[in-house]
């Protein structure tokens, strides 16, 4: 029942950077955790970026110092900004919420992804 929109993404050279923000059409209120992952073609997704509830936030050790992820409950969106982008920056970005029902049940939850390409 939540759905997820990505936004944003485009072509920026190394160094710029680049704001995107996710819009949910539900809640976020009660996700217990708001993400950002990206992909490569032919490579795992991985995490980016990560904040919880509480705001308490996680990076991926490539992004720390670069990349801030934030959530914004009354607008029911979180965003990450990315900044002094670099060409292995490149990837499809997705939004991901996650509502941990209980210790036995999760929801999870994508957006569409938007590419986001670092290159001169």
């Known amino acids: 029942q939540v759905q997820l929109v990505e936004s944003g993404g485009g072509l920026v050279q190394p160094g710029g950077s680049l704001r995107l923000p996710c819009a949910a059409s539900?809640?976020?209120?009660?996700?217990?955790?708001m993400a950002w992952y990206r992909q490569v073609s032919g490579k795992e997704r991985e995490l980016v970026a990560a904040?919880?509830?509480?705001?308490?936030?996680n990076y991926a050790d490539s992004v720390k110092g670069r990349f801030t992820i934030s959530r914004d409950n009354a607008k029911d969106s979180v965003y990450l900004q990315m900044n002094s982008l670099k060409p292995e920056d490149t990837a499809v970005y997705y939004c991901?919420?996650?509502?941990?029902?209980?210790?036995?049940?999760?929801?999870?939850?994508w957006g569409q992804g938007t590419q986001v390409t670092v290159s001169s």
């Open positions: 539900g809640s976020i209120i009660s996700m217990n955790v």
């Open positions: 904040i919880t509830s509480d705001g308490t936030t």
């Open positions: 991901n919420a996650v509502f941990n029902r209980n210790e036995r049940l999760r929801y999870n939850y």
